[in-house]
């Protein structure tokens, strides 16, 4: 079968491997039909790295993937061979503290697909994973739309730890996947005012099919300044989606007292600094978002119901050959991408 290999900065390959087995009782094999470049993937094929987690090369990439199933193991229920599936990337261990108290995202034994040192990626024709980390896709939801149920997740996690979103104000400092995922979840669930940043008009654009009431390049204007006219009492909520200094220091100016600061985006620094007196004197929640935490069924749910529409996002399509265009593509920002999607398989 053929998987894709970082050999290298920037360097991408595809190559032949022997298709994986199925040895736990409770696994299952998936045809990998779509997978989404995400910009984790990105971090590690422009850098190798992400913080601690260093690439030692070759390594298979990818984790955002939906497929279908075309064999089980004989301890599998509720899966069954020919159904399609989302795939949560994380294997927890289900025993350490953190999973018995409802915190498998934080699992001191994870695996995540395409982390160093943890599990391989699933840009590949063929995965095994255990069948609790397969959701079923409704016959109403396509394998492309499917592919979105990640990232979304973890839009949906994020406005779920921000708390109450109806009729609150909320600044979406960041519209890329993760920053639109976070604009769907959010509206879904009641929010009044969005207000959406990007340094990419193209990207502002997508902000405002997917809900945004005003959207601003901070390249062009003073983002803070009209967002504080439009809302003089300051927002409920910044959700930093970007990743950047300037964007946290973004939040903190746009927060009204008492609001709540979510950093979603990664930085590619391993430190980054808040202004420790506005915080305080504002009193300001923090709050991290790691990935998602059993929120993969109610992004599935939301675009079952269609409550949102993740179609703006998928603004690039690549075969599997071409799947070092893909990520240049994503790690350049060029041509206007939000989301390239790379199809493993012919259907």
């Not at 025993?95 to 943890?118: A, I, N, V, W």
């Not at 930085?267 to 504002?282: G, I, L, Q, T, Y």
Request: proline share 6%; charged share 20%; aromatic share 6%.
């Amino acid at each position: 079968m053929k998987t894709a290999f970082l050999t290298g900065i920037r360097q991408l390959e595809i190559r032949d491997v022997p298709e994986p087995k199925i040895i736990n009782p409770d696994d299952v094999l998936i045809r990998i039909d779509v997978v989404g470049v995400c910009g984790s993937d990105v971090h590690y094929y422009k850098t190798g790295r992400i913080g601690s987690l260093v690439v030692e090369f070759p390594f298979p990439v990818g984790h955002e993937c939906a497929g279908e199933v075309v064999r089980v193991g004989p301890e599998v229920t509720g899966i069954e061979v020919g159904q399609r599936v989302v795939v949560d990337p994380l294997i927890n261990c289900g025993r350490c503290d953190q999973c018995l108290t409802g915190r498998p995202h934080t699992c001191r034994r994870q695996k995540f697909l395409g982390c160093p040192g943890q599990a391989p990626g699933s840009l590949s024709e063929y995965y095994v994973m255990p069948a609790r980390c397969c959701y079923p896709v409704p016959d109403s939801v396509t394998q492309v739309q499917a592919v979105l149920c990640e990232p979304l997740s973890i839009g949906v996690y994020a406005a779920h730890l921000a708390g109450q979103a109806e009729g609150k104000k909320a600044a979406i400092l960041g519209s890329g996947p993760i920053g639109l995922c976070a604009l769907l979840a959010l509206r879904a669930a009641g929010l009044r005012t969005a207000y959406s940043t990007d340094l990419i008009d193209e990207r502002l654009a997508v902000a405002q099919r997917c809900g945004a009431d005003w959207t601003g390049n901070p390249n062009q204007q003073d983002v803070v300044a009209e967002i504080l006219q439009a809302a003089p009492g300051g927002v409920d909520f910044a959700f930093e989606c970007a990743g950047e200094q300037e964007t946290l220091d973004q939040g903190i100016e746009l927060l009204a007292p008492g609001g709540a600061l979510l950093m979603v985006g990664i930085p590619a620094e391993d430190c980054v600094r808040f202004s420790a007196e506005k915080m305080r004197r504002k009193e300001l929640r923090f709050q991290n978002v790691r990935r998602q935490n059993e929120c993969v069924q109610p992004a599935i749910d939301l675009l079952a119901d269609g409550k949102v529409d993740v179609g703006p996002l998928m603004t690039h399509h690549f075969p599997l050959a071409e799947a070092k265009k893909a990520f240049d593509l994503v790690s350049e920002y060029k041509d206007g991408v939000v989301k390239a999607i790379i199809h493993v398989s012919e259907r």
